[in-house]
């Protein structure tokens, strides 16, 4: 048989890299032409505004190391079957793959695209390499999808997870390469505005910056990660969700990294606890595949009369970090000029808004999606779930996290909250200022203003809480 030598068209999405791509490795191991490609479809375009310019970094960051490994990337924009049937038309390309992702939109757009290729006899391809397992792959004694975390770690742990594979040594170029858009007529970070070069300055983008991140962290922090990671104002996490949200590192490469670090050092807690959070990440993605619910909607249907409140100007305080509870606004505020926030205090923001305030999780998960720069679909919704209590594997609702009494236990010296609030010291440091160089002149907000007094009394708060809850269990 004459073998194929069309060209193949990459579609890159969320694997914007070169090492351990199983889709690019496949490819250039057939040692066929390879025409990358980025599309602007409505998976970016709708992307909220950290996210979306962030997306848009990550895209010119690995255009720059394709460029570097002798090859290209080819930029698109409009709706993706349309755009890569032109594409088609244009190469003589014999098909397209892509590495699959798993929320709703995404899974009924490639299974269309497939099959629509496929009929037209393109070859469709698709790979692994967004999660540590593909969500089908990790599964309960009767085949069915896990509900529980524990559980579900367990089995991931105990099935294994594959290696990473290496870059490829070389890539094959096409005969001639199909015209391609200049990336900064997309203009992705047009909403971010005046906050752009203050959150641009916190991020790490690119696949060589995702590795040196990873070599850091386990050089160091890794030693004490289990006993510091929830405290913010330590240097005591990877920072990689970000990287990890756009592909610039592979799930598979950070644990086998985690894994090397527990055999050289039996019973290594922080890397067997490190381990468990990238695990975490994956058991989002497997109930967003299973149950993609979680995302519109209450994952638990028994929590859809609780009377959570709609927007209100309470909740436009919280959004503008105004809610008079340090450890909460400081957090807030810290996304605004990072594009990132600590994992422990995204959970005391998440329960300050849904249970002292009474406010609809969809409301912060909103406000997330616009915010951070390592927003994820999957870890966003069962987050904001978990907190809320409406979620699988959820905190249950009476745990509600008092902002007070964890800024004592974890912020006990007040770094963090003096770090990233101005009204709150002296001599504000820059990211304090930042913020209010960041946010919309609208909102009129100064360092000289006086911090506001609390929205709600605490105590207050949680016995409202509590009370409704306890008037859903009676309802």
Known sequence: MTPDTRPLILWFRRDLRLDDNPMLAAAAATGRPVIPVFIADEAVTDLGAAARWRMGEAVGAFARALDEAGSRLILRRGRAEGVLRGLIAETGAGGVWWTRTYDPAARARDG?????????????????????????????????????????????????????????????????WPGSEDLRNWRLGAAMQRGEPIVASHARIGEAAAQARLARFLSGAIETYRADRDFPARDAVSGLSENLTYGEISPRRIWHAALAVEAAHPGHAGALHFRKELAWRDFAHHLMYHTPHILTDNWR??????????????????????????????????????????????MIVASYLTKHLMTHWKIGMDWFADCL????????????????????????????????????KFDETKAYRKKFIAELSSAPGPEALAYFDAVPRSWALSPDQPYPAPLVDLAFGRQRALAAYEGRARA
């Open 112 to 176: 269309a695209l497939k099959t629509a290729l496929k009929k037209d006899g393109h070859e469709a391809r698709s790979f692994a390499g967004h999660t540590l397992a593909e969500p089908w792959e990790v599964a309960t004694k009767d085949g069915g999808p896990f509900r529980v975390y524990s559980p579900f770690f367990k089995a991931l742990d105990g099935k294994g997870v594959a290696p990473p594979v290496p870059a490829p040594e070389r890539l094959t170029n096409p005969a001639g």
């Open 301 to 346: 249907p028994e929590w859809d009369g609780f009377p959570w409140q709609g927007d209100s100007d309470s909740a436009e305080r919280w959004r503008r970090a105004m809610t008079g509870e340090p450890f909460v606004d400081a957090g807030l505020r810290q996304m605004y000029v990072t594009g990132t926030m600590h994992n422990r205090v995204r």
């Open 373 to 408: 720069t390592d927003w994820d679909p999957a870890s966003n919704a069962m987050g904001w779930q978990w907190v809320a209590g409406s979620g699988p594997d959820a905190a249950p609702y009476f745990r509600i996290f008092n902002p007070a009494t964890q800024a004592e």
